[in-house]
């Protein structure tokens, strides 16, 4: 894969008219990047003093780390100093509790004086790619079997399907979310969900999960439990009668 970016290098900087665009962007496994083309982002940086710079980056989907591009080489940002990543769409990435993999801030709230995010990382379904890798090799192995049998056509049908590079398909991937409460930033699972929530109020989530039917990777569904149990976090919600 390093090499298959190193060649692509040159690709992600063309001008937009020369790609493909962005809302039709699948990443894959040779390009497994949040965005089509390397971005000129502003990064905010630094420990006790805040630096900005602005250079291509991008996100990479496999470990949600930052990457940059540089003399026409891409390279995977050293965690820790860097704070912030705002890219010129609007997207804005932060590291998760400091660690090298970045989230989107998809909501961003004052609640009791402090800030309070709700992010989501986008990554690679790594289940769904191993279970894709076995079903295409059983696909060739039953196609080869059948050529056997089914003569040039056959043969035809096997060459085609040994023609398909994994690499070149979508990515399949997963939301995971965060929130960001009260200084303190933590997955989105019900069980984190309930130890930060008044326990006055956790039987009323877990009747609420039910009855909206709450997905945990979905974004909406994310989005109205960040809305009734976090910014209106002292308020519960009216019993339907």
Not at 188 to 194: C, D, F, G, Q, T
Request: aromatic share 10%.
């Amino acid at each position: 894969m390093k090499k298959s970016i190193l060649l692509l290098a040159l690709l992600c900087l063309l001008p937009a008219g020369h790609i493909q665009a962005q809302a039709d962007w699948q990443p894959i496994g040779t390009w497994p990047f949040e965005y089509k083309a390397f971005r000129v982002a502003t990064v905010y940086s630094g420990f006790f003093s805040i630096k900005k710079t602005q250079v291509p980056c991008n996100i990479h989907l496999g470990k949600q780390t930052l990457w940059f591009s540089r003399n026409d080489t891409l390279m995977e940002a050293i965690p820790g100093s860097i704070l912030r990543v705002e890219f010129p769409n609007g997207d804005t990435y932060i590291p998760i509790n400091g660690t090298e993999c970045f989230a989107k801030i998809v909501q961003q709230d004052t609640l009791q004086g402090k800030v309070a995010r709700l992010l989501m990382a986008r990554i690679v379904d790594q289940h769904a790619v191993d279970q894709r890798a076995v079903d295409l090799m059983n696909n060739s192995q039953n196609l080869q079997q059948s050529s056997l049998n089914l003569g040039n056509w056959g043969a035809q049908l096997s060459d085609a399907n040994a023609a398909v590079n994994e690499e070149e398909l979508p990515l399949p991937l997963i939301n995971t979310f965060y929130f960001q409460f009260k200084g303190e930033t933590f997955e989105a699972k019900e069980k984190n969900i309930l130890n930060h929530i008044a326990p006055t109020r956790r039987k009323e989530y877990r009747n609420y999960t039910r009855q909206a039917e709450i997905i945990s990777t979905s974004l909406p569904s994310m989005q109205k439990v960040w809305k009734d149990f976090f910014v209106n976090y002292d308020n519960p919600l009216p019993v339907k009668k």
